[in-house]
Nanobody, 124 residues
């Protein structure tokens, strides 16, 4: 059983930056594909980014490509999401997710483990 805990959220002005972290425990972190998802009030959860077990493959939603960077440190059992040039439309609860796999996934139904989520608020 894998436990995931997000940190690093908060409030920033448009154009600012944040770095989210997702700390994993209870499993062999390098065995898991990881992803970031977000959910804004009144909207469905949406894919943000995913990374495979080694970090060699990453994918991004079109809305964040070029502004967000996903990475992972398997020695520290932690995944990151560096968010630059934040926009008000990035405001949401961000959640990390994990699934035991060598691949990567953009659909939330592929993931077995989820963090509790963390708020990111971007003001104009």
């Amino acid at each position: 059983q894998v436990q995931l805990v997000e940190s690093g959220g908060g409030s920033v002005q448009a154009g600012g930056s944040l770095r989210l972290s997702c700390a994993a425990s209870g499993g062999i972190f390098s065995s898991y594909a990881m992803g970031w998802f977000r959910q804004a009030p009144g909207k469905a959860r949406e894919f943000v980014s995913t990374i495979n077990w080694s970090g060699s493959t990453t994918r991004y939603a079109a809305s964040v490509k070029g502004r967000f960077t996903i990475s992972r440190d398997n020695r520290k059992n932690t995944m990151y999401l560096h968010m630059n040039n934040l926009k008000p439309e990035d405001t949401a609860v961000y959640s990390c997710a994990a699934v035991k796999s060598n691949s990567w996934y953009e659909s939330d139904y592929n993931y077995d483990y989820w963090g509790q989520g963390i708020q990111v608020t971007v003001s104009s």
